[in-house]
């Protein structure tokens, strides 16, 4: 059900990211920017793989691409030592709900493991509260709090 990305599945995974967008964003962002902000280090990571860095794709059945995960190694800003991070984590629209989600995170997580990583962290908007219930669910809690303001 999961795999590592083929050359073919570029444009998919870049198409994809558009559901990054898909709640009520804040007034001072745009879809396009939400959508586009990851597409350098995916398209990094899927041209030149390496072993800080994981992509995987939802495949229910042979040639029905579902989902995909991007995770990366970052540092924690308190202890210093290196953790597994989720990029993006987008599923097809009309797939959700069927544990793919769960399974690319799983992928991920059991990825972080092999490292010797023993965290996973994330990103989420706080208006984003479908991604958040889906986080919820699956033992990640919220630790900060952005904030934002635009100076004129």
């Not at 991007?70 to 709900?97: C, K, N, S």
């Amino acid at each position: 059900m999961l795999r590592p990305p083929l050359p073919s599945d570029e444009q998919f995974l870049i198409a994809l990211t558009e559901r990054l967008a898909a709640f009520p964003l804040p007034p001072w962002r745009t879809a396009a920017e939400v959508a586009a902000a990851d597409h350098p280090i995916l398209l990094d990571a899927l041209r030149r793989p390496s072993p800080d860095s994981l992509v995987l794709v939802a495949e229910p059945e042979p040639g029905q691409r579902a989902g995909f995960i991007f995770a990366t190694t970052r540092t924690d800003y308190f202890t210093g030592q290196p953790q597994g991070y989720i990029e993006v984590l987008a599923v097809v629209p009309g797939m959700e709900r069927r544990g793919i989600g769960r399974a690319l995170m799983d992928g991920a997580e059991q990825w972080a493991r092999s490292l010797g990583y023993t965290q996973m962290t994330l990103n989420v908007f706080a208006r984003n509260e479908a991604a958040r219930a889906v986080y919820d669910r699956l033992g990640y809690e919220p630790e900060l709090l952005r904030y934002w303001k635009q100076l004129t």
